[in-house]
């Protein structure tokens, strides 16, 4: 049985370039996606690692439907390029500790839900004002976030963005780059100031593995159709249990277990490996 992946480098995909890759790899060349910049290479058995190739991605795709009809994806450092509870903490004058936390946590070495309200403690008391701030001054969504959101719901896939972070956030971010669905935690605010502590249950990656499974059971999809595109070992349950799992940027505990990883292309490259040319892109 062949394995296909998908071999991206962004407009300086030549024949040459695609011919050298194939040999690297111990592929047979496919179809190209899109000349220059995406190729579909064949494997006979098991696809070697792709590493190490300055500028070049190869994604591997699994068995389904090549358009993936369901995706659920992480926010921090996923579908934007920041840890919204670091930026908070500099307004805090805490950066430093919680980031710290932060780190560990996507690390895997802290527990999520407990790393979370140890980094909520150290925000007790910050106006609720900065909220809107840091949104406004801080928050930028990473390269091809909103292209990757709209072509895939132009193509009838359901988005939803499913964060470890916080709804002052997620929400407005959802809405900016189409998301039908948010879910995360809510910061508890009394008179106008952060009370330290988080309302209701946390988000973690229990909850976003159980969102990606209750809408797939939902839009009665098989699991092949659906995706999960996280950047931390808070997103591993979800990246594990869809049908692609796809690690953007991530650290080395989601790395290696994803079925996909992508470190140098902007998040529309994605729409390449599921079948897509740029010529389809809805454009940001």
Known sequence: MLTIATLIASERLDESL???????????????????????????GDMPPGEGWEGVDLLPITPGPRLRSLLVADMD??????????????YAGVKSQVAEITERAMQGELDFAGALRARVALLEGLDEAVLARCLAERVRPNPGAKTLIATMRQHGATCLL???????????????????????????????????????????????????????ARLGLASDATMALGDGANDRAMVEAAGWGVAYHAKPALAALADARLDHHGLDALLWAQGIPSTEWVLD
Not at 23 to 44: C, K, N, Q, Y
Not at 77 to 90: F, K, R, V
């Open 18 to 44: 695609a011919d050298a890759a194939a040999a690297r790899f111990g592929a047979m060349r496919g179809a190209w996606i899109e000349h220059g910049s995406a190729l579909d290479l064949h494997f006979a």
């Open 77 to 90: 450092s996923t579908m934007i390029g920041q840890e919204c509870i670091d930026e908070l903490a500099d």
């Open 162 to 216: 499913v964060s470890g972070g916080f709804t002052a956030f997620a929400g407005p971010v959802g809405a900016m780059l189409g998301f039908d669905e948010v879910r995360a935690n809510t910061l508890t605010i009394r008179n106008g100031r952060l009370s330290g502590t988080v309302d209701g249950t946390i988000v973690d990656s229990t909850t976003k593995r159980a969102s990606l499974e209750e809408a797939r």
